[in-house]
């Protein structure tokens, strides 16, 4: 069946592109056209777009054709570049479903069909998806060398050298009686060591890759009216929370996603730390406090007249994950007392005055070097995608019991080895993955 889709963006615009795919691409093309001769390969061509039933004129535009295998879906594919307005991009779409052998496309389906014909893997078809969704510089450059293929080529090579190993022992296996070096579990062992070193090392990277992917979480917290709704209408640079002077005014969970440095960071607003009789608001505490457990950051926001006597409730929240906002010091400076000295291992102390936006961009400076240094995409390619993590996972089981196991049987040696193997192949779908394809292609929109 050949599919069709608006593959650029829905609404009014100069352009609309609209991809066709499959079988019927080349009759769909003469038929729109009413012209015998296809547009040469991958060279635009301008043409005349007609109804096939009434005959009527649809709009005049660009057309492409890419002729199987040289596509991006591996089949043959028509590009239609028309113009934008919604009149006629909904008359060029009842156009091609009028014509026989030709429907509109589910979501997902042009890339379901490239992965189908060999064009590009799971992991870079979700590099694929993350590059649609992109924001920021970071994630881009990350969703980019995914798609690219460096992350299924590091996979695939160390599924190569597990099967390299695991023929080392099904020739044992099956030729008993041939030449073939004594004691080979002896020689398998130390290449298996060092690729369990390798992809231990890959998953113990902090889950930068997932953080790029779905944002930083950065957490303000603090007593009430100590100016965090302040904080964060300065960092958003919009007036996104309620600002009084009468405590308790933020009572649940406000967050906003921002780009810092270039990285994607969600800055969380929660309710103020204290002792209430108050249910909601004391529910609005409990959140704040489950959000600074889970906080890959905290900003702590104390009175700098407090400093540094603070409350044992403020003093638990600090720790090596904590920058310490002293704020209000244009109310009470701090001058010399007991120094800046951050307690519980904080990455630092700040003095600030958010009323009046005195010290916030030095702050703001201060927070955009730790989320790039907490951020900062190494030449290694990073996990993105709980499954990849959890099939690491896996491949590690099956070769620490290779390692650990107390039998020398090589027909469960190899079995090992080979489940070990099938693992790698799930995140590049080397394998059957059928019961994950569903997940993966939902996360596209119709047209791509």
Avoid at 59 to 83: K, N, R, W
Avoid at 140 to 150: H, K, T
Avoid at 386 to 393: I, P, S, V, Y
Wanted: net charge negative; charged share 30%.
């Amino acid at each position: 069946m050949t599919i069709f889709a608006l593959s650029s963006g829905k609404g009014r615009a100069g352009v609309a592109v609209i991809r066709l795919s499959g079988p019927q691409t080349a009759t769909a093309v003469r038929t729109l056209t009413r012209k015998h001769d296809l547009p040469v390969p991958r060279e635009a061509c301008l043409r005349w777009f007609y109804d096939p039933q009434t005959g009527h004129r649809l709009d005049q535009g660009l057309v492409l054709y890419f002729p199987a295998p040289h596509s991006f879906t591996g089949e043959a594919v028509a590009e239609f570049h028309i113009h934008g307005g919604r009149a006629v991009i909904a008359g060029f779409l009842e156009a091609l479903g009028k014509i026989p052998g030709v429907r509109p496309a589910e979501p997902g389906e042009f890339t379901r069909r490239a992965f189908d014909h060999g064009k590009m893997d799971l992991t870079a078809i979700e590099g694929l998806a993350d590059l649609i969704n992109a924001e920021t510089e970071a994630q881009r450059r990350q969703a980019l060398r995914q798609m690219d293929g460096r992350l299924a080529a590091l996979y695939e090579g160390w599924r190569r050298d597990i099967t390299a190993a695991m023929a080392y022992l099904e020739a044992d296996i099956d030729f008993a009686d041939e030449e073939i070096p004594e004691d080979v579990t002896a020689q398998v062992r130390p290449r298996i060591e060092q690729l369990r070193a390798r992809i231990a090392a890959h998953l113990d990277d902090n889950h930068k890759g997932e953080r790029i992917r779905d944002g930083l979480q950065v957490v303000i917290l603090g007593a009430p009216n100590v100016g965090k709704s302040t904080l964060l209408n300065f960092l958003s640079r919009r007036d996104v929370a309620i600002v009084s002077d009468i405590a308790g005014t933020t009572r649940d969970i406000l967050e906003v996603h921002l780009d810092i440095a270039g990285y994607p960071v969600t800055v969380v607003d929660t309710a103020g730390i204290r002792e209430s009789a108050d249910v909601i608001e004391a529910e609005g505490i409990r959140r704040a406090e489950r959000r600074a457990r889970e906080a890959d950051l905290k900003v702590i926001m104390l009175e700098a007249a407090d400093w540094p006597d603070i409350s044992p409730r403020s003093r638990a929240l600090i720790d090596e994950n904590s920058m310490i906002l002293l704020n209000k010091v244009d109310l009470a400076p701090i001058g010399e007392r007991s120094g800046l000295v951050p307690p519980g291992g904080a990455l630092g102390v700040w003095q600030v005055s958010a009323k009046q936006e005195t010290g916030l961009e030095g702050f703001l400076k201060a927070l955009a070097q730790e989320v790039e240094r907490r951020m900062d995409l190494s030449d290694t390619p990073s996990l993105t995608r709980t499954r990849h993590r959890l099939a690491l996972k896996e491949c590690l089981d099956h070769l620490d019991r290779y390692l650990n196991s107390a039998h020398q049987e090589l027909e469960l040696l190899a079995e090992d080895l080979r489940l070990a193997a099938r693992s790698l192949g799930k995140i590049t779908g080397r394998v059957d993955v059928e019961d994950i394809l569903d997940v993966v292609f939902s996360e596209f929109c119709i047209g791509k």
